[in-house]
């Protein structure tokens, strides 16, 4: 396998005197991707925020295509920001914009490519994620479901080569969650990005995931491929798969 | 009395903190201008938006203003056999402090809000994070056109309450008392200069700049939620009346000197 697209190294991230993350480590190997499992508030979003440079770790590293973001320069770190794409839980399409100047912002700030070329690329992330005609629209107009799918047409409009996703299913109902789940994994086909998604919907996981690992208190308590995620006996999956209130597992 | 001068100390270094975090914002502002990044666009799209909208209210409130003035010195003025130096009073007052003041009062109120509002919302719903994860930076994009916009137009709303003050004065010195509307612009022009028209306005400028500063600020710095954004909005405004009525004292002092 070659080298690893994203390696986190004893990423600890403490607020104040409380600790978030606890020197968690972690590969994912280039054009795979990972997921990340665990209850709200185990550090799973934090996770994300550190591997786009959002949140300053305390103390760890964190490499994206073997470059260390926790130490580097504002404008390596926008120099690197550019070939990566995060999708956000609440969609954060830009509300005075259409669904087309979202999705083409990115390719208007950072590329030369005339206006012509950028609204083909716009109609064509459009279509992938079944918008297609929708460009006028504002976010406003168009429902939670279509905001996701408009937003991760913007995440991916300038062809990153990682790509993140903030519990992308979450608040959605079971028909929209399967569609953004094989609109991921469609996405990753396509683009042969390394992803990394953050849920707690495990048939999403199931689905897209080639490793999954399992945050809980800030530590990684399991992690493996999906098929052994559906076999293991370990005690805190085993509670998280059957949503039992019953386990190691304490809310 | 120990808990006292703690939560004191307290409230000192939060001040101080804030005033730190204003002159940053303005040192990035300053920085993204030296390097050519004002997005000419955007921030003629907020001149518009926070400068243009306003003048209806300005003048409004300008015109009021210039009024009770005019109704208060009239009066005394006729008493005390002076009637020729209230124009040039109006004028001076509006010139040298209501005019550069109740600008940036209504400015405050009407523009700084819609500002630190609009910030706000777009921390709340992570666009402020999706702006730098797409290696924009939210100072250049969105806080550096709102100063640049506002910097432009407040001088020209302060000139507008000028104008709209001394006319409003005029009208009510010879409705209220017989003050022909000759003499009181010939009073205007034997006692008002245009340094006074001029350094107003440049107390307008810095206003502007104090308002932006603090308006974007209060929105990148607001909390979760829909609570966040409105104490942020309030904070805004209360803040920035505080710090153009402190700032009004001294500029005063420094350009109007009393020889």
Redesign the interface.
Same mark, same amino acid.
């Given at each position: 396998m070659s080298d690893p697209a994203i390696v986190v190294k004893n990423l600890t991230v403490t607020f104040g005197s409380r600790s978030v993350l606890n020197n968690v480590s972690f590969e994912v190997p280039r054009g795979t991707t990972l997921v990340i499992l665990g209850l709200s508030g185990v550090g799973k979003s934090t996770t994300l !925020?550190c591997m %786009? @440079? $959002?949140q300053k770790p305390t103390s760890g590293e964190i490499y994206i295509n073997n470059k260390n973001i926790a130490t580097m320069k504002p404008k390596e $770190? /926008?120099?690197l !920001? =550019?070939r %990566? @794409?995060?999708a *956000?839980? =609440?969609a954060? $399409?830009? /509300?005075s914009m259409t669904v087309g100047d979202n999705v083409a *912002? @990115?390719l208007r700030?950072?590329t030369r490519l005339p206006e012509e070329d950028i609204q083909r690329i716009v109609a064509e992330k459009l279509a992938i994620v079944d918008l297609e005609g929708m460009d006028h629209l504002y976010p406003s107009q168009i429902s939670g479901g279509m905001q996701k799918r408009a937003s991760f047409a913007r995440t991916v409009a300038t062809d990153p080569d990682v790509v993140l996703y903030d519990e992308p299913t979450s608040g959605l109902d079971p028909i929209i969650s399967t569609v953004i789940n094989e609109l991921i994994l469609e996405l990753q086909h396509r683009l042969g990005a390394t992803s990394v998604v953050v849920t707690h919907d495990l048939a999403g996981a199931m689905l897209v995931a080639h490793n999954i690992i399992m945050l809980h208190e800030g530590k990684i308590v399991w992690s493996g491929p999906p098929k052994e995620f559906a076999a293991t006996d370990n005690p805190y999956i085993k509670q998280f798969r059957e949503g039992s209130s019953k386990g190691p597992i304490r809310v | 009395m120990i808990r006292f001068f703690e939560s004191l100390g307290q409230s000192v270094i939060a001040i101080l903190d804030y005033i730190g975090g204003l002159a940053l914002l303005l040192w990035d502002v300053l920085g993204f201008l030296a390097a050519g990044g004002l997005r000419w666009p955007l921030a003629i799209y907020q001149m518009a938006f926070l400068g243009v909208n306003s003048i209806m209210i300005v003048l409004l409130t300008t015109t009021f203003a210039g009024m009770v003035i005019s109704l208060q010195l009239a009066h005394v003025a006729v008493q005390y056999g002076v009637s020729n130096i209230v124009g040039g009073g109006v004028a001076l007052a509006m010139a040298r402090e209501l005019g550069p003041m109740l600008t940036a009062v209504v400015v405050a109120g009407r523009a700084g809000s819609a500002i630190t509002a609009e910030i706000g919302s777009m921390k709340v719903t992570e666009q402020i994070d999706a702006l730098e994860c797409m290696a924009v930076s939210p100072i250049k994009y969105l806080v550096v056109p709102r100063v640049i916009a506002l910097v432009c137009m407040m001088p020209i709303l302060a000139l507008f309450s000028d104008m709209a003050g001394l006319v409003g004065g005029s009208f009510v010195a010879e409705a209220s008392a017989g003050i022909p509307q000759e003499v009181f612009y010939d009073s205007v022009r034997r006692m008002a200069v245009l340094d006074d028209v001029t350094r107003g306005l440049f107390k307008a400028v810095i206003y502007g700049t104090q308002i932006a500063l603090v308006s974007c600020q209060q929105g990148l710095q607001s909390g979760r939620g829909a609570a966040g954004v409105g104490q942020a909005t309030t904070g805004s405004v209360v803040i920035s009346m505080i710090i153009v009525f402190m700032t009004n004292y001294f500029l005063s002092a420094w350009l109007f000197p009393i020889n």
């Open positions: !925020r %786009v @440079g $959002l $770190l /926008d120099q !920001r =550019k %990566v @794409g995060m *956000f839980q =609440k954060a $399409l830009f /509300d *912002f @990115g700030e950072h | -």
